[in-house]
T-cell receptor, first 108, second 119 residues
């Protein structure tokens, strides 16, 4: 099956800093999603981005499908951005395969 | 309701018991998914329903696990003879699965999960 690798596994930032999270995948994908899992365990949809670039406030994402990677940018980070960020892909319009996640900690 | 809901939020049971976990998808969503998340890992796929039928159950770990969606909306995940290794957060997701042009669009939205603890 498809492999999804996220980096870095852990990231610690000071409030106000910028960061880039990466997701590499091993095969062509039909869809790609970025999620934020908050401390209560809820998976929050950030982006649905099988290709191209999208922006939502301080967050933006770019997927280069031909090179099999996606990037999530967080600018001017806030303590509420803390949590685990997951990349997930699907190859056939059905199940999602998740990466191991990036644990982000933003300190005040 | 606006989102996917799951009940109960927490379930503690004893080894060998039977449990049922319920998922209410977003109204109108035709596809429903169950995933399982162990501590420190990403969610792993269990089963996918399109309408009432299980379109892909290849992620179910063994025959103690079973899921139904009799009317194409609410789904129940059933676990028989629970084992300590079944302890995890069980997540449900739904989507409006369909073609957008030539591409299958399948953005999935997740519920808050049920935390299952088997003692």
């Amino acid at each position: 099956g498809i492999q999804v690798e996220q980096s870095p596994p852990d990231l610690i930032l000071q409030e106000g800093a910028n960061s880039t999270l990466r997701c590499n995948f091993s095969d062509s994908v039909n869809n790609l999603q970025w999620f934020h899992q908050n401390p209560w365990g809820q998976l929050i949809n950030l982006f649905y981005i099988p290709s191209g670039t999208k922006q939502n406030g301080r967050l933006s994402a770019t997927t280069v499908a031909t090179e099999r990677y996606s990037l999530l940018y967080i600018s001017s980070s806030q303590t509420t951005d803390s949590g685990v960020y997951f990349c997930a892909v699907d190859t056939s319009g059905s199940r999602l395969t998740f990466g191991e996640g990036t644990q982000l900690t933003v300190n005040p | 309701g606006a989102g996917v809901s799951q009940t109960p939020s927490n379930k503690v049971t004893e080894k060998g018991k039977y449990v049922e976990l319920r998922c209410d998808p977003i109204s109108g969503h035709t596809a429903l998914y169950w995933y399982r998340q162990s501590l420190g890992q990403g969610p792993e796929f269990l089963i996918y329903f399109q309408g009432t039928g299980a379109a892909d159950d290849s992620g179910l770990p063994n025959d103690r696990f079973f899921a139904v969606r009799p009317e194409g909306s609410v789904s129940t995940l059933k676990i028989q003879r629970t084992e300590r290794g079944d302890s995890a957060v069980y997540l449900c997701a739904s989507s409006l699965r369909g073609f957008s042009g030539r591409v299958m669009s399948n953005e999935q939205f997740f519920g808050p999960g049920t935390r299952l603890t088997v003692l």
